[in-house]
C-alpha cells in the first residue's frame, strides 16, 4: 500500500516537472514559504496566524523576486466537532522591492466541515473574500475539498507521514469583470510531533478562466511549517 | 503592514498563553511492526490459536510511559484486538461490539449518564475488554469461544460529544454495571492545514 502511494506521489511529481518544464515559458513558477501558528483559548474558539511569501522562479531581477508577502490573522468558532465557522483579516503587499508597490486588505468568512474515515479526513470549506486594493474592489467565493490520510497504518501518529489532496475553485467578481480559477494541489506532510508539522506541497493553478485574455498557468511550490498550541 | 504586525504580537500575547495540553489527554502511540518484531511468547500463543488464513497485523504500542504489543485480527467475523506485555504475556483482549449487543440494563446506564454528561453526543467506538488471572491460553480460548461469564469485562467507548464546556473527543471507560472508571479527552489532529 505504502509503496503504491509512494509510486503514485512520484508519478505525480514526474508530471509536475514535466509541465513546468513545458509551460515554463507562458507560466509562473512561484515558490510560497509559510509559517503558520494557532492556538486555542476553549474547545470552541481557535486562532490562526499565517505569514507566507510568493517568490517568483521566473523574476528577471533581484526586486522582482519577492511577489507578494501576506499576512493572516483569523479565527474560528468550533459549534461541534465537525462544523467550524470563521473570520479573519489578510494584509498584502506585492512587489514591496518595486516602485509602486501595491496593497491590499482582505476580509474573509468561511465555514469548514470535516468527516472522519478512522485518521483520514475529506474536509470541506467555503469561504467567502472582499478584497480591498489600492486599484480596485474585488468579490471572491472560494469551495475547497481536501483529504489527507496517514501513509502507513491507520492512525497518524508522531513521526510519520502523510499526504493531502485538495482541489480549489474560486470565482472572483470585480466591476464589469468576472473571472475563474481552479487550484489542484498534492502534499506531503511529516507530523513533528503533536504541536508541530511540515508539508511540502505541489499546486497547479488555471487562472483567468472565463475571460477573453485566455487562460494563464501557476506553478507553485509551497513549504509550510504548522505549530499549534 | 507595521500595524497588522502589532496586533498579532499582541494577539500571540494574550491569547496564546490560554491554551496547554488537558492532563487527562489519551497519550497513545501506535507503530506497524512486524511478526518478527513481536515477543515470541505472544507469537506462540497467536500462532497455537490461528493458522495461516488469519490475517493478524501486528502493533507496538506506548499508552501514557506504558508500552506493549498489540495484535489486531478478525476471527468467526468478530474484530479482536489483543494486547501483550513486552514480555509477551497477554494483558487483555478487546472485541468491537455494537451498542445493541449489550445488555438492557447497561444500555440504559450508558445511555443516562452520556444524556447527563452532553447535550448531544454520538458514540464512534465500543470495544468490551476481557481481562483475567489464568493462563493465556485457557483465557484466549475462553474469549475466543465465547465463554466469558468468570472473566472481568470493562466497557471502553469512543465518544464524540458537546456541552457547555467541552467539545471533543473522549474515551469513557465503564466497568460491565455500567460505572464509570476512567474519562480521557482524545487526540485529534489539528485542522489548521485543512481549514
Not at chain 1, 508519478?11 to 507562458?26: C, E, G, H
Not at chain 2, 445493541?100 to 467506538?125: C, R, V, W
Request: glycine share 6%; net charge negative; aromatic share 16%.
Amino acid at each position: 500500500m505504502f509503496g503504491r502511494l509512494r509510486s503514485l506521489f512520484s508519478a505525480i511529481i514526474l508530471v509536475f516537472i514535466f509541465n513546468t518544464v513545458a509551460f515554463s515559458q507562458s507560466a509562473d513558477l512561484i515558490w510560497n514559504p509559510q509559517f503558520s501558528y494557532s492556538w486555542k483559548s476553549s474547545d470552541r474558539l481557535a486562532y490562526n496566524a499565517k505569514f507566507n511569501l510568493f517568490n517568483s522562479l521566473n523574476s528577471q531581477t533581484t526586486e522582482e523576486f519577492l511577489q507578494f508577502a501576506e499576512s493572516q490573522i483569523s479565527f474560528a468558532y468550533s459549534s461541534s466537532t465537525r462544523l467550524k465557522l470563521g473570520m479573519g483579516y489578510y494584509y498584502r503587499l506585492s512587489t514591496p522591492f518595486l516602485n509602486g508597490y501595491q496593497y491590499e486588505h482582505r476580509f474573509l468568512q468561511q465555514a469548514g466541515l470535516l468527516t472522519f474515515f478512522g485518521d483520514r479526513r475529506i474536509s470541506h470549506r467555503l469561504r467567502n473574500e472582499l478584497r480591498f486594493r489600492d486599484s480596485n474592489f474585488q468579490l471572491r467565493i472560494r469551495y475547497r475539498i481536501g483529504y489527507d490520510f496517514p501513509l502507513i497504518g491507520e492512525k497518524l501518529d508522531v513521526g510519520e507521514q502523510y499526504l493531502i489532496l485538495k482541489n480549489e475553485f474560486l470565482g472572483a467578481f470585480s466591476e464589469g469583470s468576472a473571472s475563474g480559477e481552479n487550484r489542484l494541489s498534492i502534499g506531503h506532510g511529516w507530523l513533528l510531533s503533536r504541536k508541530q508539522k511540515f508539508e511540502v506541497g505541489l499546486e497547479y493553478r488555471t487562472r483567468s478562466l472565463f475571460t477573453e485574455n485566455g487562460i494563464r498557468h501557476l506553478f507553485l511550490l509551497s513549504t509550510t511549517f504548522y505549530l499549534n498550541r | 503592514m507595521r500595524s497588522t504586525s502589532i496586533i498579532c504580537i499582541l494577539l500571540f500575547v494574550v491569547l496564546g498563553c490560554a491554551s496547554s495540553d488537558p492532563a487527562n489527554l489519551k497519550q497513545e502511540y501506535e507503530k506497524p511492526v512486524s511478526k518478527s518484531e513481536f515477543p515470541e511468547l505472544a507469537n506462540q500463543t497467536l500462532d497455537s490459536f490461528f493458522d495461516e488464513s488469519v490475517s493478524i497485523n501486528y502493533f507496538f504500542e506506548v499508552d501514557d510511559v506504558e508500552e506493549s504489543f498489540e495484535a489486531k485480527l478478525f476471527f468467526n467475523e468478530e474484530q479482536y484486538s489483543i494486547e501483550f506485555t513486552t514480555d509477551g504475556e497477554i494483558e487483555d483482549i478487546e472485541k468491537i461490539v455494537s451498542f445493541e449487543s449489550l445488555g438492557y440494563a447497561l444500555q440504559g446506564a450508558l445511555t443516562m449518564f452520556f444524556s447527563e454528561e452532553f447535550s448531544t453526543y454520538s458514540i464512534n467506538k465500543i470495544q468490551v475488554q476481557y481481562t483475567s488471572s489464568v493462563a493465556d491460553e485457557i483465557f484466549l480460548a475462553q474469549v475466543l469461544n465465547q465463554n466469558t461469564d468468570t472473566i472481568t469485562q470493562r466497557y471502553e467507548i469512543e465518544i464524540e460529544g458537546k456541552n457547555d464546556q467541552e467539545l471533543g473527543y473522549f474515551e469513557f471507560l465503564f466497568t460491565s454495571n455500567g460505572e464509570l472508571l476512567q474519562k480521557r479527552r482524545m487526540y485529534k489532529r489539528s485542522f489548521d492545514n485543512v481549514w
